[in-house]
């Protein structure tokens, strides 16, 4: 009686979900992701209707609780995707990004959240679904998707933020940084960094016995974990830094303002993540860098802006933190180990290649001047599109200047020219989409 009534409740909830996708499949969505998001998800759940006589009886309770705990809420990305809620202009550019390094088969969904903050998920319906009922062999087949959605969430106030959106750079790089873990953060790696590196300095540095090592076990896997959350959010620092150019410094310092806990470390669902500063820090040395292979000497950023950068920094309350028993041996692996910050940096030029931003004083000088301070769209010069990078880092340049340079500050006044900004750098990065697209299809045609 029960295996009876549990199976009509899968046909009558399965159905109740097919009624809602075709619901979903008439709205308007900007980028044509969005419908195929949908139609794995009807050929999912169709082929799950089409196959549950298949599926043995004793799962029937489980299959009814994946249904409506864990898969029914994939929908919501795309139902808050429409192109009502999105910031709809920057999404072809990301999507072209995304496409040109890790190929076709990431499908990215944007969308706004009300928490306020950016994240990234990545998942598809099929995927919870094989590691629960792993052998159900006969639909298994009709149930494996290829292809792997990937969501990024943004603060649902912020929709027509332009300048805050740098920080989906930083999201994307967390697809490298899975990429990282998966080619050297391995468990072999973890086995042998702790015997071979982090045993011997305890025994060097702390005069622990031998005998003793195994009441340091724990802390060594502490180590390890301090390690990975500094590479966990500082790659995608770095990844979203090449892409877009300094820009995600900026943004990074302007969180940093009201983020009263930027110089600890926060632990967090078993991670550790790195203090934000030294986020920054991390971020301010390679814009050095890039600075020093610029050619331009005719313009910078404020120098105001650079002196308060240079002044926030001087504090190293965040590197002091690290002198902490635990969270050194975390640093000197970070700093100075196999798989260090330099390593970081050398892998993440390496997987994206032709898509780092490089810095033009020039060209910003240009767009700031000729075109953001006279309300004109930045994203051309000379007929030629800019990349999204020079879009973002010049609209972080002119705030910056702009809130520096004026002092005592007209809100109104500044919120309303704050709206303007965003509306030319939405356009501009609509317009290079476009012509990009025109230049790729027609010029060589």
Known sequence: MKDRFLKIEIFRVLSK??????????????????IVCLNIHKQFINALYDNVNEIKPKFYEQLLRYINYEYIQQLRYIQRSQ???VPWSIIPNFEKIINNLLGDNYIFILRPQWKWNYKIITEHPSTSFNKIFYDLTKCKDKLRIEEETLVISFPVIEKTNFLFHTIIGHEIGHLFQKIYFKKFLTKEWEKETINKYLLLKLIRDEFVNVEQIDHYSDKLEHIISIYKGLVKEILPDIIGYFLLGP????????????????VKPLPKRGNHYPPLKYRIRVLYDLFK?????????DFSLP??????????????????????????????LFTKYEYNIQHIINF???????EIYRLDYGKLKYLINERIKKQIPPNEIDGNPV???????????????????????????????QIILDRL???????IYIHSYYLEKHVDA
């Open 17 to 34: 979900i097919q009624h809602y996708i075709k619901k979903l499949e008439a709205k308007e969505y900007y980028s044509k992701n969005n």
């Open 83 to 85: 192109t009502k809620e």
């Open 247 to 262: 820009s995600m410094l900026f943004a990074l310092y302007f969180f940093a303002k009201w983020n009263i806990d930027n």
């Open 289 to 297: 860098e890039s600075c020093k292979e610029n050619q331009s000497k």
């Open 303 to 332: 120098e105001d802006f650079l002196v308060e950068i240079e002044d926030y920094l001087s504090d190293d309350a965040d590197i002091l933190i690290f002198r902490a028993f635990i969270y050194n041996y975390a640093y000197q």
């Open 348 to 354: 993440s030029k390496e997987m994206l290649g032709d």
């Open 387 to 417: 990349r999204l990078g020079d879009i973002f880092v010049s609209g972080w340049m002119y705030f910056y200047e702009k809130l520096i340079k004026e002092g005592e500050v007209d809100i109104e006044r500044f919120i309303k020219e």
């Open 425 to 431: 750098l939405l356009k501009a990065s609509n317009l």
